[in-house]
């Protein structure tokens, strides 16, 4: 378990952050502009873009504006299955090299702070990030997609107060969340590692005025604040491996903020073992129960069967009745009291999806279910009979 102690105690603060916000773009070119504007695509702070190196010793140039207390971290991978190997370079706003990364698969810029003129390294301006082919290595022409985090700025998914959010890296994405608190807020935070995933956890906590911490390793990172100034906060989420080629699921929940969800929390429950199926809330807003009268907020849970030894059976099970983990020969077992719905079929080792609607159980319109509790748990089999229990969640019915 790594612990990552939360911005401002981390680092120090070096100087205030601007209280004008600086835009944010991306813009992509086919020449090398040191600090030009640009004249192509924008990219949205927390997104990505699809570039390519037609030809050989191609650059491709791109450009942000930071100001002073910002922090930015650029990925650039080569597209799955391309032999392409990605260089990357950034140009601060004088036009002096800052960083570069070259690598097989993704070159890594990690996340570096605008210090707002006191470093001749990090001014504030436009920085310019220029892209190409590692000469000599590889074939010297392919696609790439470059993935850009600004932070702390309103990007990414809103967290709310006590939900679980889960959330999934592909190669080189970075992944951000944001939440706003008040000044002298106490917040609590944890991400974690979800079973079936080969990233190493990196989860970095960017305060409104820079101070930063970083976890990286192990299955569990929490971040602890209590002394928190006021305004927006950024998480960060990616794979800390040297070559970030690491994919897979992560969950990401903040206590002590003033964002209080609409409806019920989803409560989620481990399995037994790391390698046992994963079950998912996947109706709506993925941490939260279903909400009567509200098509947005559904019933609707996935279940991973992908970890399999073989393709075999599923099972999806919702009762209206929840114990604590109960040992069985094939794991944890949650459900207690009636099971009125189930739902059994063959899987691939594929993702199987599940809505109960059935007549008597109509989701999200009945409102005599306001209130009503039910935990949902599945089970996945291969050819061997290795069936296994998963995950399990319980949802609460919101009016």
């Known amino acids: 378990m790594s612990t990552l102690s939360g911005p401002p105690m981390l680092l120090p603060e070096l100087r205030a952050r601007s209280a004008s916000p600086w835009p944010c773009a991306l813009r992509a070119g086919a020449l090398l502009l040191l600090g030009g504007t640009g004249f ?50 950034v140009f601060n706003p004088r036009g002096a090299l800052l960083r570069s990364a070259a690598s097989a698969e993704i070159a890594v810029i990690d996340t570096t702070r605008v210090d707002g003129g006191l470093s001749q390294h990090t001014p504030a301006g436009t920085y ?23 932070a702390a700025r309103d990007i990414g998914e809103a967290l709310l107060d006590g939900v679980t959010v889960t959330g999934e890296l592909t190669r080189g994405e970075l992944d951000t969340f944001t939440f706003t608190a008040p000044a002298g807020q106490t917040i609590m935070g944890t991400i974690t590692r979800l079973q079936g995933s080969s990233f190493r956890l990196r989860g970095e906590h960017i305060g409104p005025t820079g101070g930063r911490g970083v976890g990286v390793g ?29 994919t897979g699921r992560y969950s990401v929940v903040v206590h002590g903020i003033p964002d209080a969800p609409p409806s019920p929390a989803t409560v989620f429950w481990p399995s037994e073992l790391s390698s046992d199926p994963l079950l998912l809330d996947a109706g709506g807003h993925t941490g ?24 075999g059976v599923y099972l999806l099970t919702l009762s209206t009745g929840f114990q604590s983990a109960a040992t069985t020969p094939w794991g944890w077992l949650y459900l207690a009291g009636p099971r009125p719905f189930e739902k059994l079929g063959q899987h691939q080792r594929s993702l199987e999806s599940w809505f109960p609607q059935p007549a008597g ?39």
């Open 361 to 399: 159980f109509v989701l999200p319109n009945d409102v005599t279910l306001v209130g009503r509790s039910f935990t949902v748990q599945g089970a996945c089999g291969g050819s061997a009979g290795s069936l296994r229990l998963s995950t399990a969640l319980t949802q609460t019915i919101g009016g």
């Open 128 to 150: 310019t990030v220029v892209v190409a082919s590692v000469e000599g290595t590889r074939t010297p022409t392919g696609d790439y997609d470059v993935h850009f985090v600004l």
């Open 40 to 89: 192509a695509q924008a990219l949205v702070n927390g997104g990505v873009v699809r570039g390519s190196i037609a030809t050989p010793g191609e650059q491709d140039t791109y450009t942000f504006d930071a100001g002073p207390g910002d922090w930015f971290e650029l990925r650039v991978a080569n597209v799955a299955g391309a032999t392409f190997a990605p260089r990357i370079e």
């Open 218 to 246: 192990g299955n569990v990172i929490h971040f602890t604040n209590s002394t928190t100034p006021g305004g927006v906060h950024t998480i960060v989420v990616s794979d800390g491996t040297p070559d970030a080629t690491g």
């Open 288 to 311: 939260l129960g279903p909400r009567i009268g509200d098509p947005a907020q559904p019933f609707n849970v996935l279940l991973d069967c992908t970890g399999a030894d073989a393709p």
